[in-house]
C-alpha cells in the first residue's frame, strides 16, 4: 500500500513536472510572437515615419518652386509693363512728329 502510494505521488509530480514544462514552452511561444509583432510594429513605424520625411520633403520641394515661379511670374509683369510704357513713349513721340510734319 505504502508502495502504491509512493508510485502514485511520484507519478503525480511527472504529470505536473511535464504539466508545468508544457505551460513554460507555451509562454516562451508567447513571448516570441509577441517580440515577433513588436518588431514588426517598429518596421512599420518607421517605414511611415520614412513616407511621411519623404513626402514632407517633397511638399517643401514643391512650395519652394512656386515660390520662384511667382517672382518670375512677377518680375515678367514688371518687365511687361515697363515694356508697355516705353511702346506708349515711343507712340507718342511718333505721333507728335507726325503732328509737326503736318
Given at each position: 500500500?505504502?508502495?502504491?502510494k509512493?508510485r502514485?505521488?511520484?507519478?503525480?509530480?511527472?504529470?505536473?513536472?511535464?504539466?508545468?514544462?508544457?505551460?513554460k514552452?507555451k509562454?516562451?511561444?508567447v513571448m516570441r510572437?509577441a517580440?515577433?509583432?513588436d518588431?514588426?510594429?517598429?518596421?512599420l513605424?518607421e517605414q511611415a515615419?520614412?513616407e511621411?520625411?519623404?513626402?514632407?520633403?517633397?511638399?517643401?520641394?514643391?512650395?519652394?518652386r512656386?515660390v520662384?515661379?511667382?517672382?518670375?511670374?512677377?518680375?515678367?509683369?514688371v518687365?511687361?509693363?515697363r515694356?508697355?510704357?516705353e511702346l506708349?513713349?515711343?507712340?507718342?513721340k511718333k505721333?507728335?512728329?507726325?503732328?509737326e510734319r503736318?
Open positions: 500500500v505504502e508502495l502504491e509512493q502514485q505521488a511520484v507519478q503525480e509530480a511527472m504529470r505536473r513536472a511535464a504539466e508545468a514544462e508544457v505551460h514552452v509562454d516562451e511561444e510572437l517580440e515577433e509583432h518588431r514588426k510594429m517598429r518596421a513605424q515615419k520614412a511621411r520625411d519623404k513626402r514632407n520633403e517633397h511638399e517643401e520641394a514643391m512650395q519652394e512656386l520662384e515661379l511667382e517672382k518670375q511670374r512677377s518680375a515678367m509683369e518687365e511687361k509693363v515694356a508697355v510704357g506708349m513713349i515711343a507712340l507718342d505721333e507728335r512728329e507726325e503732328e503736318r
